[in-house]
């Protein structure tokens, strides 16, 4: 039981390229999340999904896209990066399908991604 | 609107002492809260949650908290603390009002203890 995985663990891009950035987990988790992690900003919610196929948008959206094909997988993708989505990256997954209402999350190592 | 507030960016506990890592909120119904640990380099992991029942609650790593209604805090405590437990510390809000289920999050509190 691996929980959740994060690839790659760091990653630099040049503006306007486009990337990435992979998420699983082995848990049967229906509920899972993209945060990104700035200093002194706590995180921040980018996109979510309640289950296969059901994605939305969180506080932080734009210049992201997510797709959620298998409960397992839940890739992010920076469609053209800016310096401003230079941040820490973490994916979190929780049990319940009411959006881990009251469950706990659990998260990847995270990916540090540095934009030039 | 939902918030939280962790109005220490660091506290400083000597080896042995109690510490106390504070969070307030702001719901407009009940809420659920959480503390996250973070340590250097790694994810986030789950210490403790209040949902209902005891306002004391207890966690992971002898850590505890306890849920005050009326001073809509939520303050981490551990009787004696250790090296080992310097990190980042998160606390997180859900309002059971709030049909997005956003989890709202405190910008963190580092904990240094000294030996």
């Known amino acids: 039981n691996a929980g959740v995985t994060q690839t790659p663990k760091f990653q630099v891009l040049k503006t306007g390229q486009s990337m990435t950035l992979q998420c699983a987990q082995d848990m049967n988790h229906e509920y899972m999340s993209w945060y990104r992690q700035d200093p002194g900003m706590g995180l921040r919610l980018i996109h979510y999904?309640?289950?296969?196929?059901?994605?939305d948008q969180g506080e932080v959206p734009n210049g992201y896209n997510v797709s959620r094909s298998t409960t397992e997988d839940f890739p992010l993708r920076l469609l053209s990066a800016a310096p401003s989505q230079t941040s820490v990256y973490f994916c979190?997954?929780?049990?319940?399908?009411?959006?881990?209402?009251?469950?706990?999350?659990?998260f990847g190592p995270g990916t540090r991604l540095t934009v030039l | 609107a939902q918030s939280v507030a962790q109005p220490e960016d660091q506290v400083n506990v000597a080896e042995g002492n109690p510490l106390t890592v504070k969070c307030t909120y702001s719901v407009s119904g009940n809420p659920y809260l959480f503390w996250y640990v973070q340590y250097p380099n790694r994810g986030l992991q789950f210490l403790l949650k209040?949902?209902?029942?005891d306002n004391l609650v207890k966690g992971s790593y002898g850590f505890e908290a306890e849920f005050n209604k009326s001073q809509t805090s939520f303050h981490l405590k551990k009787p004696s603390a250790l090296v080992s437990d310097s990190a980042l510390y998160f606390c997180a809000v859900r309002d059971n009002m709030d049909s997005n289920y956003q989890l709202i999050w405190g910008a963190g509190t580092k904990l240094i203890i000294k030996p």
């Open positions: 999904s309640v289950g296969a196929g059901i994605t």
């Open positions: 979190a997954s929780s049990y319940s399908r009411l959006a881990g209402v009251t469950d706990t999350q659990y």
């Open positions: 209040y949902i209902t029942g």
